[in-house]
């Protein structure tokens, strides 16, 4: 009897054992997995593209969107005022209420990264689009925005997708990160 409880005891211990090698095994070819499939698009993305992904300063995109916003302010006021009269005397012109809903200008970055630059165009006024083909920038994106305010959530949108088959028709502003070899295809695509 004392046989038997020694070998039920000494199986206990080795399945005890053989359960803590298994997960130990199943952590870390997990781990393994899951790096290789954060990484990959990485890899995958520089034999499809010359671009490398490069983060943009959040003051530069800011800057760069008010001074964009002032132009057009500036233009869509000269364009109201250059259809009255010349000879007017009447200087009181009419400004737009405060009621008066205003169109938001809309921003598309193509190639978008991390997200950084549309989620700043959000954040100050405008309808941001950021266009990334890459899965896991693409996914970091969309959880920095679920984590973001309500409106820059409503203000901002990502798709996982070519930049190049998307429609910027309607934009405002467009960012790419520019270099020379994909200069022409740019100037098609603006038009």
Not at 184 to 190: D, E, G, Q, V
Request: charged share 20%.
């Amino acid at each position: 009897m004392s046989n038997q409880t020694d070998n039920e005891v000494s199986n206990n211990k080795h399945n005890v054992q053989s359960s803590g090698s298994n997960l130990a095994f199943g952590v870390i070819g997990t781990s393994f997995i899951g790096t290789i499939l954060l990484i990959s698009p990485f890899v995958v993305m520089q034999l499809r593209s010359p671009l490398p992904y490069m983060a943009t300063p959040r003051k530069k995109v800011i800057v760069a969107l008010e001074e964009i916003s002032k132009r057009k302010k500036q233009a869509s006021y000269n364009n109201s005022s250059s259809g009255r009269s010349s000879n007017s005397t009447n200087n009181n012109t009419k400004s737009p209420s405060p009621s008066t809903k205003i169109k938001k200008l809309k921003y598309y970055d193509l190639g978008s990264g991390d997200g950084e630059t549309v989620l700043a165009a959000a954040s100050s006024g405008w309808k941001s689009t950021g266009i990334e083909l890459n899965s896991t920038l693409w996914g970091l994106s969309s959880i920095r925005r679920l984590f973001s305010s309500k409106h820059i959530r409503q203000d901002s949108n990502f798709i996982w997708g070519d930049m190049w088959s998307q429609s910027i028709y309607d934009a405002d502003a467009v960012m790419i990160f520019g270099v020379k070899p994909l200069m022409p295809m740019i100037a098609k695509k603006s038009k």
